[in-house]
């Protein structure tokens, strides 16, 4: 019979073969650290319109109620950063779409990876019960990419890796399958404050903690009906979520690229004129898109402040 250290190497590669670029393992369990945090920032109405995230707590912070019996929480990092990325920091004179959804939808794309992983760690060990996700149920993924050893968080509240820096989407497998456990790495932000500094709207108004109702990702892309005008001006020119804490990040400047091409950025969104785009127009230019998330009512939206910006 296989030994635990001997299939949780041999998922671990199997994970990177498919084009995951880090893969970390956690013990199934309730996160009581994070359920303390996570009920004062909900208590604070920090989470704006997203009422979502009060739903399903306790399922949220204990994955062995998504999945009894489960013993491992299996953490998954993709990145999407490109080299045509490093061409958009700084541009100022046209709207801008936060680079992870340039590509296509990342719920499509790691849905099917994750598949393939979780077909091939059940027929490793002769069958499994579990399920796996990304962005799509009430998990703390970032918690669980930390607890795997995948990361810190960073000042931004972003997990920041050493190789991939925050350019990456996060997945994950909770199986009942009992695996060697990762360690939690240390925090390499140090007295760097960067991501403070740049948001132009102070949604982190203190290391590691972020006011969603001030960011501008939540304000173009969860924000439902008018956005106040006192963002107006600070929204800049993004018309679609925003990078600017990632784009200043040191640990950004060399982050390593993306495996998977799906998550490339699309030649026809960089060079997409959205000058009198119709509802047709868009739903043809995002197909496959995370950015239909916003809808073509909500890109509209943006689009009128951003072009007031730029005016």
Same mark, same amino acid.
């Given at each position: 019979?296989? +030994?635990?250290?001997? %299939?949780?190497?041999?998922?671990?590669?199997?994970?990177?073969?498919?084009? #995951?670029?880090?893969?970390?393992?956690?013990?199934?369990?309730?996160?009581?650290?994070?359920?303390?945090?996570?009920?004062?920032?909900?208590?604070?109405? @920090?989470?704006?319109?997203?009422?979502?995230?009060? +739903? +399903?707590? $306790?399922?949220?912070?204990?994955?062995?109620?998504?999945?009894?019996?489960?013993?491992?929480?299996?953490?998954?990092?993709? &990145?999407?950063?490109?080299?045509?990325?490093?061409?958009?920091?700084?541009?100022?004179?046209?709207?801008?779409?936060?680079?992870?959804?340039?590509?296509?939808?990342?719920?499509?794309?790691?849905?099917?990876?994750?598949?393939?992983?979780?077909?091939?760690?059940?027929?490793?060990?002769?069958?499994?019960?579990?399920?796996?996700?990304?962005? &799509?149920?009430?998990?703390?993924?970032?918690?669980?990419?930390?607890?795997?050893?995948?990361?810190?968080?960073?000042?931004? &509240?972003?997990?920041?890796?050493?190789?991939?820096? &925050?350019? #990456?989407?996060?997945?994950?497998?909770?199986?009942?399958?009992?695996?060697?456990?990762?360690?939690?790495?240390?925090?390499?932000?140090?007295?760097?404050?960067?991501?403070?500094?740049?948001?132009?709207?102070?949604?982190?108004?203190?290391? %590691?903690?972020?006011?969603?109702?001030?960011?501008?990702?939540?304000?173009?892309?969860?924000?439902?009906?008018?956005?106040? $005008?006192?963002?107006?001006?600070?929204?800049?020119?993004?018309?679609?979520?925003?990078?600017?804490?990632?784009?200043?990040?040191?640990?950004?400047?060399?982050?390593?690229?993306?495996?998977?091409?799906?998550?490339?950025?699309?030649? @026809?969104?960089? +060079?997409?004129? #959205? $000058?009198?785009?119709?509802? /047709?127009? #868009?739903?043809?230019?995002?197909?496959?898109?995370?950015? @239909?998330?916003?809808?073509? $009512?909500?890109? /509209?939206?943006?689009?009128?402040?951003?072009?007031?910006?730029?005016?």
């Amino acid at each position: 019979m296989m +030994n635990k250290q001997k %299939y949780t190497s041999l998922i671990r590669n199997r994970a990177l073969e498919l084009g #995951f670029d880090a893969c970390g393992f956690a013990k199934a369990e309730r996160l009581d650290t994070e359920a303390e945090r996570l009920a004062k920032w909900l208590d604070e109405d @920090r989470h704006g319109t997203m009422d979502w995230m009060a +739903n +399903n707590f $306790e399922k949220r912070v204990d994955p062995t109620l998504l999945v009894p019996d489960s013993k491992t929480v299996v953490s998954l990092l993709a &990145s999407y950063h490109h080299p045509k990325h490093n061409t958009q920091v700084g541009i100022t004179d046209q709207p801008l779409i936060a680079k992870y959804a340039q590509g296509r939808d990342y719920h499509k794309v790691l849905k099917k990876k994750l598949k393939e992983l979780f077909n091939f760690t059940s027929d490793l060990v002769g069958g499994i019960e579990g399920r796996f996700f990304t962005d &799509s149920a009430p998990v703390l993924d970032k918690a669980w990419a930390v607890k795997a050893g995948l990361g810190w968080v960073g000042k931004n &509240s972003n997990i920041l890796n050493r190789n991939i820096g &925050s350019w #990456f989407f996060i997945a994950e497998m909770v199986i009942d399958l009992e695996t060697e456990y990762d360690s939690p790495t240390t925090d390499h932000c140090g007295t760097c404050t960067a991501c403070l500094d740049a948001c132009p709207t102070n949604a982190i108004y203190e290391p %590691y903690k972020v006011d969603a109702t001030k960011c501008i990702s939540y304000l173009t892309i969860e924000h439902k009906g008018a956005i106040d $005008e006192q963002y107006h001006t600070d929204i800049q020119n993004w018309v679609f979520g925003c990078d600017i804490c990632q784009d200043v990040c040191p640990w950004n400047s060399k982050a390593k690229l993306a495996q998977l091409f799906d998550l490339h950025p699309k030649e @026809r969104v960089l +060079n997409a004129n #959205f $000058e009198g785009l119709t509802e /047709s127009e #868009f739903d043809s230019l995002f197909e496959g898109s995370a950015v @239909r998330r916003t809808r073509f $009512e909500g890109f /509209s939206r943006n689009l009128e402040i951003v072009k007031g910006n730029l005016s």
